[in-house]
């Protein structure tokens, strides 16, 4: 099977990454968000393979806190959103854009990618699927947490909740990217609850698709917001239907 019949099959509605910034650039452009007034954030997995994309996102809103940790969680935690929301220009907003990721071979393998210089396909997330091995080899595994990596351990205790839900799947890989997905947003919305911007943030999330080598990359879109503090808490308004529907 294509990379991108597979694609097509798993993630039926992904849209390009060159679509995705334009389209939810023009759409946060009609509700007040601009390069000049906002200040984006990206929550997403240190991998190399999602840098390009990422890139891209940055390079468009002109500048980009990164708070980035392993498998996309939010590992930055409240200090670093606190930082990020301090830096933001004066009377601005927020932007935040996060998801975990996943590999699509050349053949169209899920959790496989296809690395710069590597002759065999790499495990993407490697985060991810390091934790299912271990779950998969013991029901019983408990995350420790230990100073030399401290990341994979907030990875790990957000997902070992969630066990039930991608142990059994029909494709583990595909579910425990999902389970990771609503870990992320969980915690994202928790940390914002505790942060009290005031002002408006825009929240864009879902799975990264890291593609073969020179394709543009996939991002298949489960969550598009824009929340205000102010006196308002929760969702404000919901701008997903509108973008990718
Ligand atoms: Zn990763």
């Not at 019983?140 to 957000?158: F, G, H, M, N, R």
Request: proline fraction near 5%; hydrophobic fraction near 35%.
């Amino acid at each position: 099977m294509s990379w991108k019949t597979a694609l097509q099959t798993e993630y039926p509605n992904a849209i390009d990454w060159t679509s995705l910034i334009n389209t939810t650039g023009k759409a946060l452009a009609g509700k007040g968000f601009t390069p000049k007034n906002t200040l984006l954030t990206n929550i997403s997995c240190r991998d190399e393979v999602n840098a390009t994309s990422v890139d891209a996102f940055s390079k468009y809103w002109g500048e980009n806190f990164n708070l980035s940790g392993l498998g996309g969680y939010p590992s930055g935690g409240l200090t670093g959103f606190t930082a990020y929301s301090h830096h933001v220009p004066e009377g601005g907003n927020l932007f935040v854009f996060f998801g975990p990721h996943i590999g699509i071979s050349p053949e169209g393998e899920l959790c496989l990618v296809q690395r710069r210089g590597r002759h065999q396909p790499g495990a993407a997330c490697g985060s991810l699927l390091g934790f299912l091995s271990k779950v998969q080899a013991n029901r019983d595994y408990t995350p420790k947490l230990t100073s030399i990596d401290p990341e994979q351990y907030l990875v790990e205790s957000a997902l070992i909740q969630r066990a039930d839900k991608f142990l059994n799947a029909a494709n583990p890989g595909k579910a425990v990217t999902e389970e990771m997905y609503h870990a992320i947003q969980e915690q994202t919305y928790t940390i914002l609850d505790a942060l009290g911007f005031e002002g408006p943030i825009a929240l864009l999330g879902g799975i990264f698709v890291n593609t073969p080598l020179d394709e543009d990359d996939y991002f298949a879109p489960r969550h598009a917001a824009i929340i205000n503090y102010n006196g308002q808490n929760g969702v404000k308004h919901d701008w997903y239907t509108e973008c990718f529907s």
